[in-house]
């Protein structure tokens, strides 16, 4: 398989990127704590991506503030003690299901950039009474964490949404162990597109003209020296655009890399691939 190199934001559009993402989630925000669609849809509150019971379990306006395109914990096998970084938390619904699985002697980190969404977040996490979580402001291209510090990295269709992704590759390889892992949902291209043309198909903040494409993908996260890479699609949310589960893990010192990359570009039927409700008017097929 042939990979493509990654090309760097320059400074100027990524200040410009940072903007347009942060002025839509920070109404996105304000939308979800006042209940936008609870009452106004026959349907359960918030992205069907997550079970009736998930759901449940949490404050409303968490739910209300997902914008995601999966549910990344149906693939991050998260156990007991662990601390886990979601990249882009917004309101809180992944580190807050997160916490609860990673137990009392784990933590769950959120990582966002919108002041907005981090208020929201924390009003969440204090609704919930969780304990073992966190939220921090920051950019996902410049992680505020120490090297080696988190066992697991998710994310829900935020990587689409980066200025500067080769610096956020660098930034997980670096926050993982040795031995950690990640488990995203995101927006991949088909490889057959180039970036105009999924810019033809919807806008940065749509999560769509941001998207990567399957191997600009695997050469991002090779190029920082994750392994056991994989990708699989879900289902399609735009012309030559799926949304996908990527996982990857940071090897051990002195381990060499297993297997090669998988790509399955098929649309298999799993869990998590199931309609997103759109009933706020969210999204132009990706994730918002």
Request: aromatic share 4%; net charge negative; glycine share 10%.
């Amino acid at each position: 398989m042939t990979t493509t190199a990654l090309a760097p934001q320059t400074t100027d559009s990524t200040e410009a990127i940072h903007e347009e993402v942060r002025a839509r989630y920070a109404a996105a925000a304000v939308t979800a704590q006042s209940g936008c669609c609870a009452a106004d849809s026959d349907e359960a509150p918030g992205p069907t991506f997550y079970s009736a019971l998930e759901r449940s379990e949490l404050p409303d306006a968490a739910v209300l503030a997902s914008l995601g395109c999966g549910n990344p914990l149906a693939v991050a096998d998260l156990h007991e003690g662990e601390r886990v970084l979601d990249l882009g938390s917004g309101g809180g619904i992944d580190v807050l299901l997160s916490a609860k699985r990673v137990g009392p002697t784990g933590r769950a980190i959120g990582l966002d950039m919108t002041d907005e969404m981090l208020a929201l977040a924390q009003r969440n996490a204090a609704q919930a009474g969780a304990t073992n979580v966190e939220f921090v402001r920051g950019h996902i291209e410049d992680i505020p964490l120490p090297a080696e510090s988190v066992d697991v990295v998710i994310s829900n269709c935020v990587i689409n949404l980066a200025a500067d992704k080769p610096a956020v590759f660098r930034e997980i390889a670096r926050v993982l162990k040795p031995g950690g892992r990640l488990g995203f949902t995101d927006i991949v291209a088909e490889d057959r597109l180039s970036p105009a043309e999924r810019g033809e198909r919807g806008s940065y903040v749509g999560c769509i003209a941001g998207a990567l494409s399957y191997s600009e993908f695997v050469a991002g996260l090779e190029s920082v020296g994750l392994t056991d890479i994989s990708l699989t699609a879900t289902h399609a949310v735009a012309d030559g655009l799926d949304s996908a589960i990527i996982k990857a893990t940071k090897p051990l010192h002195g381990v060499a890399m297993t297997a090669p990359p998988m790509i399955d570009a098929s649309r298999r039927e799993l869990p998590l691939a199931q309609k997103a409700n759109s009933s706020c008017g969210c999204g132009e097929g990706g994730c918002c």
